[in-house]
């Protein structure tokens, strides 16, 4: 299945989507009925609400079930925990049973919402963060990957999208994915014309934000104008999506180059969707 035709049957709409934030972040808790007519106000019709651990994980639950018209959870455990630099690091030590207690904690979690979670993620694996730490980054590495594929297994056993990030690891992640049947969005992509191709090739779907509107990123914009070619004046949100191209905000983080210092919303997907039909006209 397509991973449009898998989001349309699971969201049962079309339209304008925010396929990856953090609504179930702490910054969103006191106003996120607020949020969430913002977005409604700004045509955004479905919310993606991604966990980066646990206690997230839970939360995007309680967030699709508070408010089932317009969020939808995925649970998962971001890469952060096993990156030295990171506040969600859990340390080396004991990761073997960590890694045992996360999947067996993620598969109850699974189970017991079956009809509130439509997808796995955060996950994948970032090096970025490694440059500097040769001694930590072979540790680290193996680490991220087996956290990886404990998400991959899962998402293929229960048949569920993936959202991905691959940060410096584009190459990798594809490398990765190919040994297992699952659908996948790469997250916030940035890497390469030829990754990007790869991706799209073997089915994946990539993610744009608001990375596309910073001055600094002409990169990833010529990335997606040699994907996309010419776009119709009248181009709606499904023209994307029917080409593997989805749009995402990261709320609250990266927020548009408009607003640049104040915290993002789901609503500033529109602003993002609107940015590439408008700049990547030939």
Same mark, same amino acid.
């Given at each position: 299945?397509e991973?449009y035709n898998?989001?349309?049957l699971?969201? &049962?709409s079309t339209?304008?989507?925010?396929? =990856?934030?953090h609504?179930?972040?702490?910054?969103f808790?006191?106003?996120?009925a607020?949020?969430?007519e %913002?977005?409604? +106000?700004e045509e955004v019709?479905?919310?993606?609400?991604?966990?980066?651990?646990?206690e997230?994980s839970?939360?995007?639950i309680d967030?699709?079930?508070r408010?089932? /018209?317009?969020?939808?959870?995925?649970?998962?455990i971001d890469?952060?925990?096993?990156?030295?630099?990171a506040?969600?690091?859990?340390?080396?030590?004991q990761?073997e +049973?960590?890694l045992?207690? /996360?999947?067996?904690e993620?598969?109850?979690l699974l189970e017991?919402?079956? @009809?509130?979670?439509?997808?796995?993620? !955060?996950?994948?694996?970032?090096?970025?963060?490694?440059k500097?730490?040769?001694v930590?980054? !072979?540790n680290s590495? /193996?680490? +991220? !990957?087996?956290?990886?594929?404990? =998400?991959? @297994?899962?998402?293929?056993e *229960?048949k /569920?999208?993936?959202?991905? =990030?691959?940060r410096?690891? !584009?190459?990798?992640v594809?490398?990765?994915?190919?040994?297992?049947k699952?659908?996948g969005?790469? =997250?916030?992509?940035?890497g390469?014309?030829?990754?990007?191709?790869?991706a799209?090739?073997?089915?994946? &779907?990539?993610?744009? %934000?608001?990375?596309i509107?910073?001055?600094?990123?002409?990169?990833?914009?010529?990335?997606?104008?040699?994907?996309?070619?010419k776009?119709?004046?009248?181009?709606?949100p499904e023209?994307?999506y029917?080409? %593997?191209?989805?749009? @995402?905000?990261?709320?609250?983080?990266?927020?548009?180059?408009?607003?640049r210092?104040?915290?993002n919303?789901?609503?500033?997907? *529109? @602003?993002i969707?609107?940015?590439?039909?408008?700049?990547?006209?030939?």
């Amino acid at each position: 299945m397509e991973i449009y035709n898998y989001l349309k049957l699971k969201l &049962g709409s079309t339209g304008l989507w925010d396929t =990856h934030c953090h609504l179930n972040s702490g910054e969103f808790t006191p106003d996120i009925a607020d949020i969430i007519e %913002n977005a409604k +106000q700004e045509e955004v019709k479905k919310i993606l609400d991604v966990a980066t651990d646990l206690e997230s994980s839970k939360q995007a639950i309680d967030n699709s079930i508070r408010f089932p /018209l317009t969020v939808k959870s995925f649970i998962g455990i971001d890469p952060d925990v096993f990156i030295p630099s990171a506040k969600m690091f859990k340390g080396f030590e004991q990761s073997e +049973q960590f890694l045992v207690s /996360l999947k067996n904690e993620l598969s109850t979690l699974l189970e017991q919402n079956v @009809e509130n979670v439509i997808g796995i993620g !955060e996950t994948g694996m970032d090096y970025y963060w490694l440059k500097d730490k040769p001694v930590l980054r !072979e540790n680290s590495i /193996l680490l +991220q !990957e087996k956290l990886f594929r404990i =998400h991959l @297994e899962l998402a293929e056993e *229960k048949k /569920l999208l993936l959202t991905i =990030h691959s940060r410096g690891t !584009e190459k990798r992640v594809l490398e990765i994915l190919k040994e297992y049947k699952v659908l996948g969005i790469l =997250h916030s992509f940035t890497g390469g014309f030829d990754e990007a191709k790869e991706a799209l090739n073997n089915g994946l &779907g990539l993610g744009i %934000n608001a990375i596309i509107t910073y001055k600094t990123a002409e990169n990833v914009r010529e990335v997606y104008k040699k994907l996309l070619g010419k776009i119709p004046n009248d181009a709606e949100p499904e023209w994307f999506y029917k080409k %593997n191209i989805f749009f @995402e905000t990261d709320a609250p983080y990266l927020s548009p180059s408009s607003l640049r210092g104040k915290r993002n919303e789901p609503k500033s997907v *529109k @602003e993002i969707f609107n940015f590439v039909v408008n700049n990547f006209k030939f």
